[in-house]
């Protein structure tokens, strides 16, 4: 191994190659982990050449290694066992070029979600992509674990987003599709190999992104209702009114929304005794117009019934302070043990399927919640439970709770975050023994020797 991080020295130089407690010390920035770090290195390549050099040094080797990005992932995916190898590409962080007229943007693998959006934002362009970790997470991360967020309603999947993609294989192949085309059906995608397959296939260098024409409007407002029926007559109502402007429909129940409101640090803009509380945007191109328009259709849905109370937001600051709820996920993790779920399903399901979770989690522990958010419009629901136990056994308990009474709805262990360490046991819930075999002919295919990022999704 010394042999071989010499060669690693010598192509990455001293600042390419971290040791000691350079690598432990990135423990921290782990969510989930057990507050360790046993890599045996941190690799920083600067090019995709260097990133080829690394596989076939590691290839020849047999040397395990694992893609890391910014650490923001839930799933464990970015987790490194004993003696495996961390590959960072933090110091490829560069945006490469914005076409404005094309809108698109090359971008290296390790810059950050922020970045991306601020460099569109600096050619009066948009990004779309958006999510909570946006200052941390790369969009090499956001890419390879086909990432979600807020605006998934309008704009899709990070692959929606995606027109190319430069990777390198296991055996140090580089593969560089960088299509700048919205438009191209010669022959396999092959971008779609790297999208969503948590570095298990090869490890993404730069990306192509599409970009889209700046909102000249935000409209935001928090709505309550009544019923679950309505929350889904509401969500075909508004978006159909809204004419396709509709970007963020996220919804909070009241034991989230209640246990927010409590916290000094946020205020409640309406009444606490709503079962449902969606935060409602759109974006759109006429600031004054929008904004009209906005108002006029949450005014007709409440006329319909739909409604039982809204509040408009008039300024920034009140925009930011109703997202603020949406994202006080905070509240509930400092608050003591809390397990995180990432599942989807039909919106039509989602009622029945909480209830039953909640129900089931009360049966074992009496005192315990789920406390029941997501983004809804597009079929996503998280659960944050808090059983006052955070032991390995009570957390088995509740996973067994929460993915198992997918089953019966034929949903999704996971939306959004990917399936990485932490869900790979519950994979065949939500694909066939078929579908499951294909994956693994595939990793066998394009990493004979099992060395990229191993031991994720599933096992071969």
Known sequence: ??????????????SGVLLGDDVTSRAAAVFGGDGSNPASAILRPRTTEDVSQIMKLCSAAGRRIVPWGGGTGLVKGQIAHDGELQLSLELMNRVENVDSQARTAVVQAGVTLQGVQEAA????????LDLGGRGTATIGGNISTNAGGNRVVRYGMARDNVLGIEAVLADGTIISSLNQMIKNNAGYDLKQIFIGTEGTLGVITRAVVRLREKPRSECTAMVALASFDNLIAFLKEIDGRLGGTLSAFEVLWNNYYTTVTNEDAYR????????YYILVEALGGDANDDQDRFERALMATME????????????????????????????FIEAGPCFSFDVSL????????SNQVKTEIQAIWPEGNAYTFGHIGDGNVHFLVSVGDGS??????VEEIVYKNL??????????????????????????????????RLKRAMDPDGILNPGKIFDV
């Open 1 to 14: 191994m010394d042999n071989l991080i010499e060669q690693f020295q010598a192509l990455l130089g001293p």
């Open 121 to 128: 934002d600096g050619a009066d362009l948009f990004f779309p």
């Open 268 to 275: 409640a803009p309406m009444p606490q005794d709503y079962p």
């Open 304 to 331: 319909d019934g739909l409604l039982a109370d809204a509040v408009i937001a008039k300024s920034d600051s009140e925009r930011a302070d109703l997202w603020a709820l949406r994202d006080a996920v905070m509240v």
């Open 346 to 353: 039909r919106i039509t399901d989602m009622e029945e399927y």
């Open 392 to 397: 390995d056994d009570a957390h088995h308990k």
């Open 407 to 440: 089953t019966k709805y034929h949903g999704s262990v996971s939306a959004e975050h990917g399936v990485g360490i932490e869900k790979k046991p519950w994979l065949y819930i939500s694909r066939s023994e078929e579908e499951v075999a294909l994956m693994r």
